[in-house]
């Protein structure tokens, strides 16, 4: 058995010893003859950012050759909003690396992620997982390099309190058992996860935790490791499936919801990013960041405004992004600063062997760690259409490479400082100020529409449909009118309590 493969949780790839981008139609019917499979899966995510299903039971071996070879046609009208009901049929194609078995069916069942397709054979232009793809491809082309992200999936999971080993409200964080209630979950979320493709770094407890009503409220979040932003896109729209559907079997409730009650800490989806040319990290250089990896910084500066328009869709996400909540407010970047829109965490760009301090029996080299840098966007939110936030935010790095004057840019909103304490006041007003409300996102991506639509990437249709989705929200200045009164804020929280 390869290396590579060895200790790859997916039983898929550890029977077929292969890596996933290596898969064909006939390996995946191998495992499901040698492995009993009786149902295939297809799988595809429609306009709400969830994953849908269409269920076949193989009949015969020509049966699952065709299911496999062929795809299937469904009602694009019932998933894609912009596709006209009076010719709506769609193709929906299996992409062969990212078959899964999926893990609570009593069938046993290989589940595929699927691409949409057009009458006519093509990629269907307006589809989620079709926009991010040229968002990427267009990257590539302009700049030689490859995008890489991955994202920290924060939740809240609500119990009944059993009133023992209380944690104190909002200190949370890296708790463990019997502090914390929900690990056990966590870590079979995770496992789960792996086993499906996707590349986990690590899971913990998270800040949020409180007690309200007899119900115990606790944050988690698993965080993923970088990977090409197209499967960093797939991985984590099944891990929220995957979350959610473990909630349900547990008897409890899940929510990815960027705000969840007055005065507690928020769920974001911090989206980490590198940039990469033939298997190297180009966002460190000579133990710094690079002018690459500014680059990259200065195209989100330029775009932040309309990145909130896919990153943060519903009137909660607003009233996570305000002051000193470890959200930002402000279009702005900084080295391990909490407080700003674009965070370069602390890496190991210094060569070193911290271990042998710890271990002296290990000896081992100064080891350059270097590679495993990256820059984390921290606006978006559990209400985010993963896609087409990750498509946005390719466009935004490959904007920054089109920039005449990059590095102007990023030193114009570099600050390092807390722009939320008093003293820095000045500093702050002097900073653009991220949206704050679905309105203001719409207004925002209107005015930059032409960097999202440029290249082909994101059809007009779909920018349309995306502003007045967030215009219709009507919620410019609600923050201010609702914010000292609970229960209007509530029934606001609930409204969009399941969103994404």
């Not at 269409?54 to 050759?65: P, R, V």
């Not at 209630?181 to 792996?194: N, P, S, V």
């Not at 099944?238 to 547990?250: D, F, G, P, V």
């Amino acid at each position: 058995m390869s290396d590579h493969i060895t200790m790859n949780p997916n039983p898929v790839l550890q029977y077929l010893n292969k890596s996933a981008n290596e898969l064909t139609k006939d390996d995946l019917i191998r495992y499901i003859v040698d492995n009993d499979i009786e149902m295939i899966n297809f799988r595809y995510v429609g306009w709400d950012g969830r994953l849908k299903i269409l269920n076949f039971i193989i009949g015969s071996l020509e049966h699952l050759d065709n299911i496999l070879m062929a795809g299937e046609r469904v009602d694009g009208s019932s998933l894609l909003p912009f596709v006209e009901a009076g010719s709506s049929d769609l193709y929906v194609i299996p992409r062969y690396k990212t078959a899964f078995r999926n893990p609570f069916s009593q069938i046993p069942a290989l589940d595929i992620m699927c691409s949409y397709f057009d009458r006519n054979g093509q990629p269907l232009g307006g589809a989620p997982e079709n926009i991010l793809k040229k968002a990427h491809d267009s990257f590539k082309q302009q700049t030689g390099m490859e995008f890489e992200t991955m994202g920290e999936l924060e939740y809240y999971i609500i119990s009944e309190d059993d009133g023992l080993f209380k944690t104190e409200d909002q200190k949370g964080y890296h708790e463990s058992s019997p502090y914390s209630k929900w690990g056990d979950f966590r870590t079979e979320a995770m496992k789960l996860i792996a086993e499906s493709g996707g590349l986990i770094k690590y899971g913990h407890s998270e800040v949020g935790n409180f007690t309200k009503n007899g119900m115990v409220y606790e944050q988690n979040e698993i965080e993923f490791l970088p990977t090409n932003v197209e499967d960093a896109a797939d991985q984590l729209v099944k891990a929220k499936w995957i979350i959610r559907t473990l909630a349900e079997q547990y008897g409890v409730m899940v929510t990815f919801a960027p705000k969840i009650t007055v005065g507690k800490a928020g769920s974001g989806l911090h989206i980490h990013t590198r940039v990469m040319k033939d298997g190297k990290n180009m966002m460190i250089k000579e133990g710094k960041l690079s002018d690459i990896a500014k680059t990259a910084i200065a195209g989100y500066m330029e775009l932040a405004p309309s990145l909130t328009a896919f990153g943060n869709q519903n009137p909660t996400s607003y009233f996570r992004l305000v002051p000193h909540q470890e959200a930002p407010t402000n279009i702005c970047w900084g080295d391990r600063n909490r407080s700003v829109l674009v965070r370069v965490p602390l890496g190991w760009a210094m060569p070193s062997n911290m271990i042998h301090k710890v271990n002296p029996q290990e000896k081992g080299n100064i080891i350059d760690m270097s590679g495993k840098q990256t820059v984390e966007l921290r606006s978006p939110d559990g209400s985010a259409d993963i896609y087409m936030l990750l498509a946005g935010l390719t466009v935004a790095a490959r904007h920054g490479f089109e920039l005449k004057n990059p590095l102007e840019v990023a030193a114009n909103t570099y600050v390092d400082i807390n722009i939320f304490d008093e003293e820095n006041k000045k500093r702050q007003q002097q900073l653009a100020q991220l949206p704050t409300s679905c309105v203001q996102s719409a207004k925002n991506l209107h005015e930059q529409r032409q960097f999202y639509t440029q290249h082909d990437i994101f059809p007009d249709r779909v920018i349309d449909h995306i502003i007045t989705k967030l215009t219709k929200f009507n919620d410019e200045g609600l923050i201010t009118r609702i914010q000292d009164d609970e229960d209007e804020v509530m029934a606001l929280v609930n409204q969009y309590f399941n969103c994404g």
